[in-house]
């Protein structure tokens, strides 16, 4: 699996522990409603739905039969991301339900690095 990157806004969320944790968000119409943590280790990935629909993979049969890169472990559960991100002090999950929906027009664009499990 290789990496793609993604150009982005950046958001902090604060977890019930007070952790603040950086928030990502696609400003590419195509990883809109499809970026996903893995609730194992956090590692972060994204799926081109353009690509998916060329290449005739997808992800949801994908994910059955993929390990992670981070961690090893399948990433069969894989959580819709940024509505669920992994707090740094308790590596567990947390859902955030008032994150913004839309990118703010205001904000910086950076490229984060994403995992693409549509790649080999």
Request: with cysteine.
């Amino acid at each position: 699996m290789q990496r793609v990157k993604v150009r982005c806004c950046k958001d902090v969320a604060r977890c019930g522990t007070g952790d603040v944790v950086d928030v990502f968000y696609p400003t590419s119409g195509s990883y809109e409603g499809f970026l996903f943590v893995h609730p194992g280790c956090g590692a972060l990935f994204a799926v081109d739905r353009d690509t998916e629909q060329y290449q005739k993979r997808h992800f949801q049969e994908l994910k059955l039969k993929l390990d992670c890169p981070g961690c090893g472990k399948k990433i069969d559960d894989v959580l819709p991301y940024p509505e669920y991100l992994r707090c740094p002090s308790t590596g567990g999950m947390e859902h955030f339900t008032g994150l913004p929906k839309a990118v703010p027009l205001d904000r910086t664009e950076l490229l984060v690095e994403f995992w693409d499990p549509l790649t080999d």
